[in-house]
């Protein structure tokens, strides 16, 4: 008799793409980057890449980002680091094709609600 296994068991297995040593490598579809990624573009630079599958990577402006400010745009973040790190960040996806949801833009809170929502998610996500 076979043991029964859960939807996450399956969805699980099904996306396993090498087992090593007790390691396991799994293929995700989704990539979600936040404001501080800036060293993944670099890298992809120095090699003279592209980014792989763009339509399937999704940016978010909220990792460091501060709360309050916001009003004044990317020009309201008051830490040069941070704002840098947004303006990179907005140049990074533009050059390379990918979805910004930046800390102003409306959809931001769909797809973030769409997360914990999944049976009415965003058409963004």
Not at 18 to 33: F, K, M, N, Q, T
Request: with cysteine; net charge positive.
């Amino acid at each position: 008799m076979t043991t029964a296994r859960t939807m996450f068991d399956k969805i699980w297995d099904a996306h396993v793409v090498a087992e090593e040593e007790g390691e396991i490598l799994l293929y995700v579809d989704r990539a979600l980057i936040h404001e501080g990624s800036s060293h993944a573009f670099a890298a992809l630079k120095r090699r003279s890449q592209k980014v792989a599958r763009p339509q399937q990577v999704f940016a978010f402006t909220d990792h460091y980002v501060p709360t309050t400010g916001r009003d004044k745009g990317i020009a309201g973040i008051a830490v040069d680091e941070i704002r840098n790190m947004v303006v990179a960040q907005h140049e990074n996806t533009r050059l390379h094709g990918i979805r910004l949801f930046g800390f102003d833009d409306p959809a931001r809170a769909s797809c973030t609600s769409c997360r914990r929502n999944r049976a009415s998610p965003s058409p963004a996500c």
